[in-house]
């Protein structure tokens, strides 16, 4: 999944949050948390990044919590929220 190069889906929209984010994605009308503003960082930065370590690496992410990353946008990828490109 690191190596992934990935982007936010484009029919899906993030709404800012204390916690992080909401995710609505308007084609399946599937709602999922954000629960972290890092991860938000994350999802709005992948598109302007070869993979997801890439991006990890430009967000200044530690690479202790990369496998946490990688498991949180594994399933973000199967719930439509990001894709691969």
């Given at each position: 999944m ?7 889906h484009?029919?899906?929209?993030l ?5 992080g ?14 629960k972290?503003?890092?991860m938000?960082r994350?999802a709005?930065?992948l598109a302007?990044?070869?993979s997801?370590q890439?991006?990890?690496?430009a ?6 919590r990369?496998p ?9 990828q199967?719930s ?6």
């Amino acid at each position: 999944m690191l190596d992934a190069a990935l982007e936010l889906h484009p029919q899906v929209a993030l709404r800012p949050e204390p916690f992080g984010a909401l995710a609505y994605h308007y084609g399946n009308r599937r709602l999922v948390f954000l629960k972290h503003v890092d991860m938000v960082r994350v999802a709005q930065d992948l598109a302007n990044h070869p993979s997801l370590q890439a991006t990890l690496e430009a967000c200044q992410i530690a690479p202790a919590r990369w496998p946490s990353f990688a498991k949180a946008f594994e399933s973000l990828q199967t719930s439509e929220v990001v894709r691969v490109r």
